[in-house]
């Protein structure tokens, strides 16, 4: 997009976007972001499984195959999604930056 990533719109149809908003609702949150973030936040496991079998991993401890490989934090290894339900932007004095390792990195924008 012209202004980034962050400018990104998702379609939904009738169907799917009152799931959505009724979990929203459940939830509690107020914002769309929040609820997508508690989705991947609960579908870290298959997300994960995704992505092993995505690169071949037989193995978790393969390094291309942790999620943690994808970003990491400069203090310390932090997962693409963060723990107990805590959003990223909450996540004070830590700033997420691109793997040096280019092999680690998967291209996300080749799956759309």
Same mark, same amino acid.
């Given at each position: 997009?012209?202004?980034?990533?962050?400018?990104?719109?998702?379609?939904?149809?009738?169907?799917?976007?009152?799931?959505?908003?009724?979990?929203?609702?459940?939830?509690?949150?107020?914002?769309?972001?929040?609820?997508?973030?508690?989705?991947?936040?609960?579908?870290?496991?298959?997300?994960?499984?995704?992505?092993?079998?995505? !690169?071949?991993?037989?193995?978790?401890?393969?390094?291309?195959?942790?999620?943690?490989?994808? #970003?990491?934090?400069?203090?310390?290894?932090?997962?693409? #999604?963060?723990?107990?339900?805590?959003?990223?932007?909450?996540?004070?004095?830590?700033?997420?930056?691109?793997?040096?390792?280019?092999?680690?990195?998967?291209? !996300?924008?080749?799956?759309?």
């Amino acid at each position: 997009t012209a202004q980034g990533p962050r400018d990104r719109r998702v379609r939904l149809s009738i169907e799917i976007a009152r799931k959505f908003f009724d979990l929203q609702d459940m939830l509690g949150f107020d914002k769309a972001s929040r609820t997508l973030d508690w989705l991947l936040n609960k579908s870290k496991i298959a997300i994960k499984d995704l992505v092993q079998s995505k !690169l071949g991993c037989t193995n978790s401890s393969d390094a291309r195959c942790s999620l943690s490989s994808i #970003y990491e934090c400069e203090s310390d290894k932090h997962t693409l #999604y963060p723990k107990n339900g805590e959003i990223a932007s909450e996540i004070k004095g830590k700033k997420l930056r691109k793997p040096t390792d280019k092999s680690s990195v998967i291209d !996300l924008a080749a799956r759309e």
